[in-house]
């Protein structure tokens, strides 16, 4: 090996590469963690389409700087953005460096649209279930009512659109939806009336109930005023139908239920 020059000198360029390099790394950690990196200013802003209305900027910031470790270089941006995300309102937040000593948050704000379930959660537009002030939510618009199994929630927004849709020809809408366990389905209208939709059997099965309780539901109307309690259209060819002061089967039978 001694003998072999060519062997040597390739030894010795790479020890010395090695040691270039730990000197260069070395001056790059001891720049890094100068106190001139150290984060000075943490800034948090909205998105451009959609204006901060529940989320006060110094408030968040306030709450999550204890817990931002490192500085401009060595801040993990994957866990800041999972602090300002686990704020309340915050629905996503998106974080980038600005030299030489600063982040820039831009967060997303939910939008509720309603409660979810009874146990104080809140359903936003977008079908997220997040913690937040309930006084704060309902300052917005009158909270609507839904409900599922776990994981269901973005389902039960759609089928909540679709339901206005297809109600539209009747001039009521849906403020209440609920989907039972046994995956059926129940909404409530915003004129009080309740309505039986159940299971869906086939892509087809509730837009079907529905377009037969449009074409009949002017003439209940008519004949019953706003006695209307509850409609039940899981039947295959007909209804069942409550209002104050009597019960009407599929096949029009009429017996008292005790309301008045």
């Not at 000197?23 to 984060?39: I, K, N």
């Not at 602090?83 to 998106?94: D, M, N």
């Not at 209307?228 to 009407?248: C, F, H, K, S, V």
Request: aromatic share 8%; with cysteine; proline share 4%.
């Amino acid at each position: 090996m001694w003998q072999d020059v060519r062997l040597l000198n390739a030894t010795a360029n790479t020890l010395f590469g090695l040691v270039a390099l730990a000197v260069v790394a070395s001056c790059l950690w001891w720049v890094a963690h100068r106190p001139y990196f150290t984060l000075q200013v943490i800034r948090v802003e909205a998105t451009q389409h959609e204006p901060l209305r529940h989320i006060n900027p110094l408030t968040v910031r306030s709450a999550a700087l204890a817990r931002i470790k490192g500085n401009f270089f060595t801040a993990n941006l994957d866990s800041v953005r999972q602090t300002f995300e686990s704020v309340p309102w915050v629905r996503k937040a998106t974080v980038r460096r600005s030299w030489p000593n600063q982040l820039i948050v831009t967060v997303e704000e939910h939008t509720p649209l309603g409660t979810w379930g009874d146990d104080g959660r809140l359903l936003s537009v977008k079908g997220d279930v997040f913690v937040a002030n309930l006084a704060e939510a309902e300052e917005d618009a009158r909270l609507l009512a839904f409900d599922g199994p776990e994981g269901s929630e973005k389902e039960v927004i759609a089928r909540w659109r679709d339901l206005n849709t297809w109600l539209a020809p009747l001039n009521v809408s849906a403020e209440e939806l609920s989907l039972s366990d046994r995956y059926a389905w129940t909404v409530k209208l915003n004129n009080g009336v309740t309505i039986e939709l159940g299971r869906e059997k086939t892509v087809a099965t509730l837009k079907d109930r529905v377009d037969r309780l449009v074409a009949v539901y002017p003439q209940l109307v008519a004949l019953l005023q706003d006695r209307i309690e509850n409609i039940d259209m899981r039947y295959p060819n007909g209804l069942a139908l409550t209002a104050q002061g009597l019960n009407i089967g599929t096949h029009g039978n009429k017996k008292a239920n005790g309301k008045t």
